[in-house]
Nanobody, 129 residues
């Protein structure tokens, strides 16, 4: 059974930093594209917004323009975990952050939430101004 469990969310002031973790079981992060998505308050009916992804087969990281230079995705294959280091946080980063995994997503579609088969339950990040 595949499980993705996010942790590390919380309340932080604008300009601050936060690190999210995703503990993965039932699949290997070595063989899956791992991604972070988010859903802002009031946007529950819309598709989750792509934040970052690490593609296992080319070793490349991809970021939404809105977080480029501020967020960093990484993985620990020994612990089978994925991380999202967030810095210079802004109030507009406030959202529920989700960890996602898929074995076959391609580069041109890795920003599309419906491409991912496995999801965590999410962790709330709130950035106060």
């Amino acid at each position: 059974q595949v499980q993705l469990v996010e942790s590390g969310g919380g309340l932080v002031q604008a300009g601050g930093s936060l690190s999210l973790s995703c503990a993965v079981s039932g699949l290997s992060v070595r063989r899956y594209t791992m991604a972070w998505f988010r859903q802002a308050p009031g946007k529950e009916g819309k598709e989750r917004e792509f934040v970052a992804a690490y593609k296992y087969n080319n070793g490349a990281s991809y970021y939404a323009d809105s977080v480029k230079g501020r967020f960093t995705i990484s993985r620990d294959t020994a612990k089978n975990m994925v991380y999202l280091q967030m810095s210079m946080l802004k109030p507009e980063d406030t959202a529920v952050y989700y960890c996602a995994a898929d074995a076959s997503v391609i580069v041109s579609t890795l920003g599309q939430a419906y491409q991912y088969d496995h999801w965590g339950q999410g962790t709330q990040v709130t950035v106060s101004s």
